[in-house]
Every structure is written in C-alpha cells, then in structure tokens.
C-alpha cells in the first residue's frame, strides 16, 4: 500500500497550490482520508479530513476558509486545495489513511493522528513572504 503525495512547491504569500494524494495498492475510495502537516522543528499537526461518504469535511482553525479537501474515489485520489498561502502554512504536508472502509467516528476523532494506519511520504510546501 502506498500513499504518494504530491504538487507542492514554492509560491508567494497570498498564491494557490493544489496538492494530491494517489493510493496504490488497495482501495481508499470509502475510507477516511486526511492532510497532516509538519514544520521544522515542530510536531505533525492536523491540517485537514474528509469522510468516507465524502460529506463532510474537517478543517484545523488555521487553515478553515482557505483550504478545501476533496476526493475522486473513482480515482483513489485525494485533493487538498490551497489558498490565500501564508509563510506560517510551510511545511511538509502528509496524506494519511484509516485503513477500515466506511467507518464513521466522533468528530474529535478525525483530528487524532491515531486515527490513520497509512501515511505518505510527504511533499514540501514553502510560502514566501
């Protein structure tokens, strides 16, 4: 099983950049999918979620309004839509996997790192001021 991220890149403060996550080896299209994030120095953080239905959506209180998750499970692809970049938003952004298909979980849950069996490799997002 594998989780590759991709699309990042450097843009300026106030750009846009669309981030994907392609699975290979089995079939996440009824799994919950998310987008962690990791800045030097720092611990991996929760960025953002999205159901098995594809219903509803999470977002950490720092990047709601301006990123937007969404999924192709036609194409086992996951979208993490970017804009109104920030400086702060630098980092390596990881897709994630709960390997149980069409399980549905109290909110909080979908925030927890724990939650996720597969994790990509990354891909590095870098805003400049």
């Known amino acids: 099983v594998q989780l590759q991220a991709s699309g990042g890149g450097l843009v300026q403060a106030g750009g846009s950049l669309r981030l994907s996550c392609a699975a290979s080896?089995?079939?996440?299209?009824?799994?919950?999918m998310g987008w962690f994030r990791q800045a030097p120095g720092q611990e991996r953080e929760f960025v953002a979620a999205i159901s098995w239905s594809g219903g509803t959506t999470y977002y950490a209180d720092s990047v709601k309004g301006r990123f937007t998750i969404s999924r192709d499970s036609a194409k086992n692809t996951v979208y993490l839509q970017m804009n109104s970049l920030k400086p702060e938003d630098t980092a390596v952004y990881y897709c994630?996997?709960?390997?149980?298909?069409?399980?549905?979980?109290?909110?909080?849950?979908?925030?927890?790192?724990?939650?996720?069996?597969?994790w990509g490799k990354g891909t590095l997002v870098t805003v400049s001021s």
């Open positions: 994630a996997a709960d390997k149980n298909p069409r399980r549905t979980y109290v909110a909080g849950q979908y925030y927890s790192r724990g939650l996720y069996d597969y």
């Open positions: 080896g089995r079939t996440f299209g009824s799994n919950v």
